[in-house]
């Protein structure tokens, strides 16, 4: 078997954790567009706070770079760009596109490429091996797809135990090729021919959570209106054996307000209109509303609320990751602020750069000081703050009930 020789494009929340697992094993070669991270990575530091100095040292001869020349010896491709959406919420593949270029500028005669970025059904297939053909029409080449399920944040499910989707229709030498690479990766690999069924089975796990969140969300609403207790509802409907335990919350991030558009796009490209995968998208939007309604009736019952110190506790779009893309939590503190200028927040492992540009002060000594507190994301420390901040008797505002 020739040597394998795998390059990671894209070294964010999904490639990273590629790289750091394949180069215990492989000359690995980190490619990222950016130069700001690979810049950091260089000097061992991931603002995803995903992985410690340790981890980041290279092995086996590996290299992070920004210079895509330096893929040109490699022999397995593995591209983890992202894949957002535009503003008319329709998918944008430019950064897939564009790895994809880079890619045929050095692939050859025989190498292996697999997309683990989250598509649509076609992607591979229609628009990133077409660019390569187009591009080097006289060599044959191998393409996959595999599915990315990791959970950043999630010490349970890490990226050894989840099993991973591989996909690729081709000869038992190139699958044995693939399972050497990726059981590196993942303890349980599950393998499927066709490649359009993993693309689509990655949609259909976001879509199903955005919509049990959704409906959670919704009831959440309705107990709202009605007067009534929804925790001790959802109590109540717990003891049925198959009622499903989703909880309400502000869903953001690059994948859950996201994929189910890229989900409906699909459909409409087949005529046909769905009428449920979209269903939860506005509701769950929706929260950043309602959540900041019953703050501020919260805030409101109390006296002279204005003139007292007011944290908000909690900015990423969940707990005990730095991402705060699509954040409802940065919205509502945003609009907070707008009120009551001297609201302050603290999280203290939100990415050091919106720390920066945002101004917030992580000094738990000084948010100590509050008088209430607005908890809006539990990561571990914050759990730790307001027991400390309950035993002083401080206001604390909780509308998700998180802790
Ligand atoms: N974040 C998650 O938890 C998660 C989980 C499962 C799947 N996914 C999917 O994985 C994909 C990547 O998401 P992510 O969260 O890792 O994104 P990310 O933004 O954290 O990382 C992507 C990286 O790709 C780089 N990049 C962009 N264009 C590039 C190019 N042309 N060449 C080289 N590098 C390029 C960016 O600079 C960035 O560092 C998306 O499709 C996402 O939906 C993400």
């Keep these: 078997m020739k040597k394998i020789f795998p390059c990671i494009i894209g070294l964010g929340y999904v490639g990273l954790p590629l790289f750091v697992s394949l180069k215990k094993k492989f000359k690995v070669i980190g490619y990222d567009i950016s130069k700001t991270r690979v810049k950091e990575l260089k ?61 045929s500028k050095y692939i050859k005669q025989g190498d292996i490429v697999f997309l683990e970025s989250t598509v649509y059904p076609g992607t591979t297939l229609e628009i990133c091996k077409k660019i390569i053909n187009r591009k080097k029409k006289n060599i044959d080449f191998f393409i996959g797809y595999s599915s990315e399920r990791i959970n950043p944040g999630d010490k349970i499910h890490n990226i050894k135990n989840i099993p991973k989707v591989v996909s690729i229709d081709s000869n038992k030498k190139i699958i ?52 009534l207790d929804f925790n001790e509802v ?3 409907a717990n003891t049925k054996w198959n009622f499903l335990n989703f909880k309400p919350g502000l869903v953001g991030g690059h994948c859950l ?16 209109n769905t009428k449920i995968t979209l269903a939860a998208r506005k509701t769950n939007n929706f929260m950043e509303q309602f959540i900041l309604k019953q703050v501020i009736l919260e805030l409101k019952k109390l006296e ?31 609009k907070l602020k ?36 607005i908890i809006l994301v539990k990561h571990k420390q914050i759990v730790q703050a307001i027991k400390f901040a309950k035993k002083k008797k401080k206001i604390i505002i909780d509308p998700l009930s998180l802790i």
């Design 176 to 227: 044995s090729t693939v399972k050497n690479v990726y059981k590196n990766i993942s303890k349980r690999i599950v393998f499927t021919k066709k490649i359009n069924e993993a693309e689509l089975s990655k949609l259909i796990e976001n879509t199903q959570r955005d919509l049990n969140i959704g409906l959670m969300n919704e009831i959440m609403i309705l107990c709202e209106k009605a007067k």
């Design 257 to 272: 307000p996201v994929d189910p558009y890229y989900l409906s796009y699909y459909a409409k490209k087949l005529k046909f």
């Design 304 to 334: 002279s609320y204005k003139k007292k110190k007011i944290t908000v506790m909690g900015l990423t779009y969940k707990s005990n990751v730095p991402d705060h893309r699509n954040s409802l939590a940065v919205n509502i503190y945003r």
């Design 43 to 103: 000097k061992y530091e991931d603002r995803n706070k995903e992985f410690n100095r340790n981890d980041l040292k290279l092995k086996n001869r590996s290299l992070i770079t920004s210079d895509h020349i330096d893929i040109k010896n490699s022999n397995f491709y593995i591209v983890t760009v992202p894949t957002p959406i535009k503003k008319n919420k329709l998918p944008d593949l430019r950064h897939i596109k564009s790895s994809f270029n880079i890619i």
């Design 338 to 373: 707008k009120i009551n200028k001297n609201i302050t927040a603290y999280d203290p492992i939100i990415e050091n750069s919106f720390i920066k540009e945002n101004n917030i002060n992580n000094n738990l000594k000084e948010i100590m000081k509050s008088e209430v507190f």
């Design 234 to 236: 959802i109590r109540l």
